[in-house]
């Protein structure tokens, strides 16, 4: 079945610098990125999403990248304030049914 | 307000007695799933439902079952729970699939003993 491996687990950086999130998936028939923010005691929170047949797509200041030959996809965020602080999740879906999540990616924005 | 509850949000139970975690969305969603949270694993998929009385596996569904025998209502029941089954736990709905943007209610802690 489908696998979504997200690097890193942790990422820490200044305010105002840029950060970046990547994603692999691994069945090629993929067509659906969803990004998901998770701020503490929430529930996850759609933040921004790329179908297969798109390249890029950009939201203020943040924008995910989507490269189907390689199999990977990103999220980008620019700069980042204290309240960019959250779990980050990756995902992929194939058919409408079934969303497979990566493991996560808590980043932290130092004042 | 455009919601999904889950009750209890904390819960602290014993090995093997039957447990019922309910979830319920106001937006009249077709699909409706669960998922468990666990430190370094992420969000696993345990069961969805595309419509009322249509319910699927996901991919860890073993000691859990679910129902949909309304639109609004998706429990999950643990008829026997067991230690491992100790996690965060996420009900989410969507319009009609799972594609579609999907509301997590606030989370589930369960702990068992």
């Known amino acids: 079945g489908e696998n979504v491996e997200q690097h890193p687990s942790t990422l820490s950086v200044q305010e105002g610098d840029s950060a970046v999130i990547k994603c692999t998936y691994s069945?090629?028939?993929?067509?659906?990125f969803p990004w998901y923010k998770q701020e503490l005691g929430k529930g996850p929170q759609l933040i921004i999403d790329?179908?297969?047949?798109?390249g890029e797509k950009k939201d203020q200041r943040i924008a995910v990248t989507l490269n189907k030959t390689a199999k990977h996809f990103s999220l980008h965020i620019t700069e980042t304030q204290p309240e960019d602080s959250a779990v980050y999740f990756c995902?992929?879906?194939?058919?409408?049914?079934?969303?497979?999540f990566g493991t996560g990616t808590r980043l932290q924005v130092f004042p | 307000e455009a919601q999904v509850t889950q009750n209890p949000r904390y819960l602290i139970t014993v090995t093997g007695k039957k447990l019922t975690v309910t979830c319920s969305q106001n937006?009249?969603?077709?699909?409706m799933s669960w998922y468990r949270q666990d430190p370094g694993l992420g969000l696993r998929q345990i069961y969805y439902?595309?419509?009322?009385?249509?319910?699927d596996k996901g991919d860890v569904p073993e000691g859990y079952k679910v129902s949909r025998k309304e639109k609004r209502n998706f429990p999950l029941i643990l008829e026997s729970p067991s230690p491992n089954q100790t996690s965060l736990y996420f009900c989410?709905?969507?319009?009609?699939?799972?594609?579609?943007?999907?509301?997590f209610g606030p989370g589930t802690r369960l702990t068992v003993l």
């Open positions: 069945d090629s028939a993929s067509n659906y």
């Open positions: 439902s595309m419509n009322v009385e249509v319910t």
């Open positions: 989410a709905s969507s319009l009609s699939s799972a594609t579609d943007t999907q509301y």
């Open positions: 937006m009249n969603h077709e699909y």
């Open positions: 790329i179908r297969s047949n798109v």
């Open positions: 995902a992929a879906s194939k058919w409408a049914d079934k969303l497979i």
